[in-house]
């Protein structure tokens, strides 16, 4: 079994895309609809990326991504900003917030897996670099 992913997204049809690409890739998948799950999933789940969704009901993905990375325990987890709606300056706050890349939605297929590929490649714990 491949690095584990948690892919955060609360419309069903992009979160199944995303778990199925990612897991034939290889990868260990799980999924989160919203900050409430994605903290219990992380309770006993420890992926090296979450694929997270910016706007999710409740707590969104920037506020999410603060929280974690403002905890020692989760702080390396790699956070790749996902939004349907792109508008000048969110990548800018994504990568503020502590997201460590970002992608537009719709998603390309394509790159995606070459991109997760390189950030696990790249990925080193806080404590390394």
Do not use: H
């Amino acid at each position: 079994m491949g690095e584990p992913i948690l892919v955060v997204d609360d419309n069903a049809v992009n979160a199944t895309l995303l778990c199925y690409l990612l897991a034939e890739e290889g990868y260990d998948v799980r999924s989160a609809a919203d900050a409430r799950e994605v903290l219990a999933i992380l309770e006993t789940f420890a992926p090296k990326l979450i694929m997270m969704d910016l706007q999710l009901p409740g707590m969104d993905g920037l506020e999410l991504t603060r929280r974690l990375k403002a905890d020692a325990r989760k702080r390396d987890i790699l956070i790749v900003a996902l939004t349907a709606y792109a508008m000048k300056g969110d990548e800018q706050r994504a990568l503020e917030a502590g997201c460590d890349a970002y992608v537009p939605k719709p998603i390309d297929t394509r790159t995606l897996p070459d991109l997760i590929g390189k950030l696990l490649g790249e990925w080193q714990p806080e404590s390394r670099r």
